[in-house]
């Protein structure tokens, strides 16, 4: 007589995938299995609703450039504050509406000029993060949908002149 045996793990991989499938498929998508996010490949964010046709609306440019990085200047800032300018809530604000409907997840990045010490740039910055992370969720989005990294002065926008205020910025990122 002819037995087989298996190894019983790859069998419960294909019927944990065959069940995520299965439930995807019948419309129970808020089924979720958390992995690393670095393990999971971002598909490109589809417009949002009343953008298709070219509208240029903040919240359309929001919408469309989520899909992979959002750049928003940081100059407004008050210096060594991690509290959020009102012109960068505005900004915020239909980005954050796009990633809440679409359920993305992100990355904020905060980038400094390089006037302080790396140190003290890189905890500016990682506090401007938690601020604007902090933001993100107020307007409703899921907190584990929301990182946040305080970049510091280490990668200038202007590596040619690393004082100028277009170092400042906040880059959201698709992942």
């Not at 500016?124 to 584990?144: K, N």
Request: glycine share 6%; aromatic share 2%; with cysteine.
């Amino acid at each position: 007589m002819l037995r087989f045996h298996a190894d019983p793990v790859p069998w419960a991989m294909m019927l944990i995938v065959a069940l995520v499938l299965s439930a995807s498929a019948s419309g129970l998508s808020d089924v979720s299995i958390r992995m690393a996010e670095s393990d999971v490949a971002a598909p490109a964010l589809p417009p949002a609703a009343g953008c298709e046709r070219g509208a240029r609306e903040a919240a359309c440019a929001g919408a469309d450039a989520l899909s992979s990085r959002v750049s928003l200047p940081a100059a407004t800032y008050q210096l060594g504050s991690a509290e959020l300018p009102d012109s960068l809530m505005r900004s915020l604000r239909p980005i954050g509406e796009a990633v809440r409907e679409q359920r993305a997840v992100v990355r904020v990045e905060v980038h400094t000029d390089a006037s302080g010490t790396p140190e003290e740039s890189r905890a500016l910055s990682q506090r401007r993060a938690d601020a604007i992370r902090a933001y993100l969720i107020e307007l409703g989005i899921d907190p584990y949908r929301v990182q946040a990294v305080g970049m510091g002065s280490s990668r200038p926008k202007l590596p040619q002149d690393p004082l100028n205020t277009g170092n400042r910025r906040v880059d959201i990122v698709r992942l």
